[in-house]
């Protein structure tokens, strides 16, 4: 079992991983900004090749390595586990690496070339772009939130029906594998857990709707397009997680206070129902939507400025990956390598929003 | 109806914002009555700090261009006659002065000076 978990997020790590380059906009590359009709420069399309090149035959060379290696009768599951986990650690940094040292290379490149000379560096706005958007309404956010809270009612009537002890972590197999003595707290640990993630998901709804819609200068209607629809879908993939987490959290509650409701087959099935699901939705989203919605075909003719082209921002993009501007109040800002959203490292209420229910959970676990 | 801004221009970014608003304005594009994006909407579009919106704001307040009401935000005025008291149209013609003084300075004869008005006029008022 933890194999097939295993081999399911590594190719799903590779394929995403090797294929980011081609998701993004074609004038960000490697978290540098590049004027449009730079932006398929020779070098540049070599640096996104040797890229993907790298991580998909590492990736590949790696995962036929652990699926030959588990063949092997001898291999215990503990070490299945830390190697499989080593692996895919090791692709992410390799990715890292790669991106770091691409990063330089095209850094270096747009200095030595000097493409921003000739141009305008400007920043356009739509003034009815707030009124277009259509992220989701914060209270759908709140709907979820109704179904733990019914949980932990319906938790509390039962209090005599749960076990002396109540598990904490759930194995592989989906059978609990460490429990904790049952409490008023520990009884309902799960599930404020839950609480704490919806909570954050509604603030990450929320931030993003104070977000800053940035439009491309030389594409100002298509970009907008994209970024609406980026903000819409990006809003209904968190939902949709949203949704699947409040039901893989609420149904372990129930069958840890319905031993009955213990079935082997769904024990199993439903966590990783939850992870092959996640990463499909992540993936179709990640194909579908592009960076900043930028694989969103939209028609539209757009007048031609060829002297101006987008602010590039680069100064404020430390390493091309973290944002940090004082003056900029989005919270979040949309991902330079990647898709979806980051943070906006100058405004500190994105921290609250990401780390202060990180915290909590931990606590959470801790005292339980 | 977009406005652009060039972070390196010499022009301050408030003026920038005011004046393309003001153009928007003149076209016809922006109406009485219409409302512009909140100042927390509208500065983080354009990555620029929320002073420097809520300064072109309230410059165009001072100008009579719009109203700032609590809630609502800043509504676009009527553009009515009364706007155009003695007071402004001087405000306006000193401003006029000195451009086209430099425009003749550097050597721009009369005619080229009304031309440029009239295409001025022409873009802003056509189609």
Same mark, same amino acid.
């Given at each position: ?6 081999? +399911? ?43 993907? *090149?790298?991580?998909?035959? !590492?990736?590949?060379? $790696? ?9 092997? *009768?001898?291999? $215990? ?9 080593? !692996? ?46 259509? +992220? ?31 598990? !904490? ?8 594998? *460490?429990? $904790? ?24 709804? *929320? ?49 840890? !206070? ?23 939705? $992540? ?59 980051? +943070? ?19 606590? +959470?676990?801790?005292?339980? | 109806?977009?406005? %652009?801004?060039?972070? @390196? ?6 003026? %920038?914002?005011?004046? %393309? ?12 009555? #219409? ?26 307040? %001072? ?5 700032? /009401?609590?809630? @609502?935000?800043? /509504? ?27 425009? =003749? ?5 009369? #005619? ?6 009239? @295409?001025?006029?022409?873009? =802003?008022?056509?189609?």
């Amino acid at each position: 079992m933890p194999l097939a978990i295993f081999l +399911i997020t590594l190719a799903f790590l590779i394929v995403v991983q090797s294929a980011i380059p081609f998701l993004l906009k074609r004038t960000i590359v490697f978290g540098v900004t590049i004027p449009e009709e730079h932006a398929m420069d020779s070098s540049l399309v070599s640096f996104r090749r040797k890229y993907s *090149a790298a991580v998909f035959i !590492i990736g590949t060379i $790696s995962l036929i390595f652990l699926v030959l290696w588990s063949a092997n *009768a001898s291999v $215990s599951e503990n070490q299945l586990v830390i190697t499989g986990l080593a !692996i895919q650690t090791g692709l992410l940094l390799l990715s890292m690496a790669l991106y770091l040292f691409f990063h330089a290379k095209t850094t270096n490149l747009k200095k030595v070339k000097d493409w921003n000379s000739r141009f305008t560096q400007i920043r356009v706005a739509d003034l009815q772009s707030h009124s277009k958007d259509s +992220i989701l309404p914060n209270f759908m956010y709140v709907l979820p939130m109704f179904v733990t809270v019914g949980l932990i009612v319906y938790t509390a009537s039962q209090y005599n029906l749960l076990p002396d002890q109540i598990p !904490i972590h759930w194995g592989p197999s989906g059978e609990p594998d *460490a429990f $904790s003595q049952k409490t008023p707290f520990s009884s309902i640990a799960l599930l404020l857990m839950l609480l704490v993630l919806q909570v954050m998901m509604l603030g990450i709804n *929320a931030a993003a709707k104070l977000s800053g819609v940035k439009l491309n200068a030389g594409k100002k209607k298509s970009s907008q397009l994209q970024q609406l629809a980026f903000r819409k879908y990006t809003s209904w993939f968190l939902l949709l997680t949203t949704i699947l987490l409040t039901i893989l959290f609420g149904f372990m509650q129930l069958t840890t !206070i319905h031993g009955a409701l213990q079935n082997d087959t769904l024990m199993m099935a439903l966590p990783l129902g939850f992870l092959v699901l996640m990463l499909a939705l $992540s993936a179709v989203y990640a194909f579908k939507v592009g960076q900043g919605g930028s694989r969103i075909p939209v028609s539209i003719e757009e007048d031609e400025t060829s002297s101006v082209t987008d602010d590039d921002m680069d100064d404020h993009w430390k390493l091309g990956v973290f944002y940090v501007n004082k003056q900029d109040p989005s919270i979040f800002v949309e991902k330079r390598f990647g898709i979806g959203w980051s +943070i906006n490292f100058g405004n500190p209420i994105g921290y609250l929003v990401l780390f202060v229910p990180i915290v909590l959970i931990l606590l +959470i676990a801790f005292f339980v | 109806m977009f406005i %652009q801004i060039e972070p @390196s221009s010499d022009i301050p970014i408030y003026t %920038q914002v005011a004046n %393309q608003i003001i153009e928007l304005i003149a076209r016809g594009q922006l109406k009485g009555g #219409d409302t512009l994006p909140s100042v927390r909407a509208l500065a983080s579009d354009l990555s620029v700090n929320m002073h420097t919106v809520n300064k072109s704001y309230h410059e165009l307040e %001072q100008k009579g261009i719009l109203r700032i /009401v609590p809630k @609502s935000g800043a /509504v676009i005025n009527p553009i009515v006659q009364e706007w155009l008291t003695n007071e402004n149209s001087r405000k306006i013609i000193g401003q006029l002065k000195p451009i086209i003084a430099e425009a =003749l300075v550097l050597g721009m004869s009369p #005619d080229e000076i009304r031309q440029h008005a009239s @295409s001025i006029l022409n873009d =802003l008022k056509g189609e």
